[in-house]
């Protein structure tokens, strides 16, 4: 029992694992493994969910949250509202950490106003502002991350690459929720308190995390000072870090690193990238998701603009496409057991509409 809840808790990891010992079998171990790994990007992703998880313990975000949606008097409003709130964590918390930490905060709303009939059109809308939310943001999906710092992207070239597909994706997931029946709605807070002192600690902690992605401060700083903060003010932070997406990416950047030394596979990615890297990488991500794909397609290609843009747009379609996704439907069962298939329709009828739309938008700029 314990061991099937371990496989089905981490299943990317397993998989991604799976994945890396298959080409172990064609690309023995040697010296060349240790330069497969990218510890920029992991200790960039370990500083930031590692505050992200402190904030969280001290309930700054569903605080947050509940106060602003309580600004909002309607259904509409409150949707878009969460909606919202999705689109700015991701940007500023990653996309997995923003659903993890606002797809409750949907449920709640919704259970606690007799308003559950919206919750799958609410939970397909959240999962899609944080997976195209965070693509503006260098730290708003991990595999921007990990583009950011194996191409060396300057930020506001990096943002200015984002921002079409972004506003082009605000607009089209506002436009779904402004079809919501407008309901009165009475939404309440709950009894948590606010606790100034660690949330000030933690925010500052953030804002050097933040300063370490953007590289206004040397790695070692955040790798240092946040672990060490942390070990004194909330060990348990630490613990709830997902090391298991960490591990992830270590078993997906050995496979992308065995891929690109075998001949054929290197000749056929590199023949896709140069016909369309668009095209190509977003089509990628909705068989073996868009962390892997951006590792692997990185190998073959030196056109990280289109890549950037493929492998955020190819977030949207398949429930794999994206491990945002997975924690999406996720929840929802966790909540209701038996919508899988109404889920998974409404799902894939929004996701693979918005791919089409955004590869069409993009093909065209």
Same mark, same amino acid.
């Given at each position: 029992?314990?061991?099937?809840?371990?496989?089905?808790?981490?299943?990317? @990891?397993?998989?991604?694992?799976?994945?890396?010992?298959?080409?172990?079998?064609?690309?023995?171990?040697?010296?060349?493994?240790?330069?497969?790994?990218?510890?920029?990007?992991?200790?960039? %992703?370990?500083?930031?969910?590692?505050?992200?998880?402190?904030?969280?313990?001290?309930?700054?975000?569903? &605080? !947050?949250?509940?106060?602003?949606?309580?600004?909002?008097?309607?259904?509409?409003?409150?949707?878009?509202?969460?909606?919202?709130?999705?689109?700015?964590?991701?940007? !500023?918390?990653?996309?997995?950490?923003?659903?993890?930490?606002?797809?409750?905060?949907?449920?709640?709303?919704?259970?606690?106003?007799?308003?559950?009939?919206?919750?799958?059109?609410?939970? #397909?809308?959240?999962? @899609?502002?944080?997976?195209?939310?965070?693509? %503006?943001?260098?730290?708003?999906?991990?595999?921007?991350?990990? $583009?950011?710092?194996?191409?060396?992207?300057?930020?506001?070239?990096?943002?200015?690459? @984002?921002?079409?597909?972004?506003?082009?994706?605000?607009?089209?997931?506002?436009?779904?929720? %402004?079809?919501?029946?407008?309901?009165? !709605?009475?939404?309440?807070?709950?009894?948590?308190?606010?606790?100034? +002192?660690?949330?000030?600690?933690?925010?500052?902690?953030?804002? $050097?995390?933040?300063?370490?992605?953007? +590289?206004?401060?040397?790695?070692?700083?955040?790798?240092?000072?946040?672990?060490?903060?942390?070990?004194?003010?909330?060990?348990?932070?630490?613990?709830?870090?997902?090391?298991?997406?960490?591990?992830?990416?270590?078993?997906?950047?050995?496979?992308?690193?065995?891929?690109?030394? &075998?001949?054929?596979?290197?000749?056929?990615?590199?023949?896709?990238?140069?016909?369309?890297?668009?095209?190509?990488?977003?089509?990628?991500?909705?068989? &073996?998701?868009?962390?892997?794909?951006? #590792?692997?397609?990185?190998?073959?290609?030196?056109?990280?603009?289109?890549? %950037?843009?493929?492998?955020? &747009?190819?977030?949207?379609?398949?429930?794999?496409?994206?491990?945002?996704?997975?924690?999406?439907?996720?929840?929802?069962?966790?909540?209701?057991?038996?919508?899988?298939?109404?889920?998974?329709?409404?799902?894939?009828?929004?996701?693979?509409?918005?791919?089409?739309?955004?590869?069409? #938008?993009?093909?065209? #700029?």
């Amino acid at each position: 029992m314990h061991l099937k809840a371990f496989a089905k808790h981490n299943a990317v @990891m397993l998989a991604s694992l799976a994945a890396a010992a298959i080409t172990v079998i064609f690309v023995p171990v040697d010296s060349s493994y240790a330069g497969y790994l990218d510890y920029k990007t992991l200790i960039c %992703l370990f500083c930031v969910l590692a505050v992200v998880c402190a904030l969280r313990d001290v309930n700054f975000f569903f &605080i !947050l949250a509940c106060r602003i949606v309580r600004v909002f008097k309607t259904s509409r409003m409150c949707i878009l509202a969460l909606v919202y709130i999705s689109f700015l964590g991701s940007m !500023l918390i990653t996309n997995d950490t923003a659903l993890l930490t606002f797809l409750p905060l949907g449920y709640y709303v919704l259970s606690s106003t007799g308003k559950k009939k919206y919750l799958p059109f609410t939970f #397909i809308m959240q999962n @899609m502002a944080a997976n195209l939310g965070g693509m %503006l943001t260098p730290f708003g999906n991990p595999q921007n991350l990990y $583009l950011y710092t194996k191409f060396n992207i300057p930020t506001a070239e990096f943002m200015g690459i @984002m921002l079409p597909p972004f506003l082009v994706s605000m607009l089209l997931i506002t436009a779904c929720c %402004l079809f919501v029946k407008s309901e009165p !709605l009475t939404v309440t807070e709950g009894k948590m308190q606010f606790k100034p +002192r660690p949330t000030l600690l933690y925010l500052a902690l953030f804002v $050097l995390a933040v300063a370490v992605v953007l +590289r206004a401060l040397p790695l070692w700083v955040g790798l240092v000072i946040i672990p060490a903060v942390l070990l004194v003010s909330d060990r348990h932070a630490l613990q709830a870090v997902d090391y298991s997406l960490l591990l992830t990416f270590v078993f997906f950047f050995v496979f992308a690193g065995n891929m690109a030394r &075998i001949d054929a596979v290197r000749d056929f990615f590199s023949m896709l990238m140069e016909k369309n890297t668009l095209l190509y990488s977003a089509l990628s991500c909705q068989m &073996i998701s868009n962390v892997p794909a951006a #590792i692997l397609l990185s190998q073959f290609t030196q056109n990280y603009a289109e890549l %950037l843009r493929g492998v955020n &747009i190819g977030g949207a379609g398949t429930l794999i496409a994206s491990l945002a996704s997975l924690i999406t439907f996720s929840e929802y069962m966790r909540h209701e057991p038996k919508g899988a298939k109404r889920f998974i329709i409404e799902f894939s009828v929004f996701n693979f509409a918005f791919l089409a739309v955004l590869l069409v #938008i993009m093909s065209l #700029i």
